[in-house]
């Protein structure tokens, strides 16, 4: 008997059970069509023998091996040997670490003082947000 004769029949119990199975049979064929994309979309895993020494320290610059980030498509990459400053108020010009300037440190302070009176706080949970996702998919990697 179909969903429709039993609704007819006032055989409303059996009607219900149908529409549920139904609505069964419809969510596991699409959550098997939903694991297939996000199988398709996943990123590769990366084999990491030394998860510890993702920060490597050289003299004044750290070397950072790798980081996950997302490109211009969403998709999830590995950005690997990124050199950073390892000290505050320096950065790294060319090939050397060269200290900031006041005055460039100071408009730098102005500016987010200003933008942080204006946008910058209603964008801050949305950050936090996806820092946490990204602290979560970097341990599931072994990455820190």
């Known amino acids: 008997m179909s969903i429709l004769d039993s609704i007819i029949h006032k055989h409303l119990t059996e009607a219900k059970e149908q529409i549920f199975a139904r609505l069964d049979e419809i969510r596991t064929k699409r959550l098997e069509e939903a694991k297939r994309y996000v199988a398709a979309d996943m990123f590769e895993e990366v084999e990491l023998d030394e998860a510890s020494n993702n920060i490597v320290k050289m003299g004044r610059i750290q070397k950072i091996r790798r980081r996950i980030r997302r490109n211009k498509k969403g998709r999830i990459i ?3 040997n990124v050199k950073r ?11 050397t670490v060269r200290r900031i300037s006041a ?9 987010l003082k200003r933008s942080w009176k204006t946008t910058r706080k209603s964008k801050l949970r949305r950050s936090l947000l996806k820092r946490k996702m990204s602290m979560r998919r970097r341990s599931s990697m072994g990455i820190r």
């Open 78 to 80: 590995v950005q690997r």
């Open 85 to 95: 400053s390892g000290i505050k108020g320096y950065r790294i010009s060319g090939n």
């Open 103 to 111: 005055t460039a440190r100071i408009h730098k302070s102005r500016m």
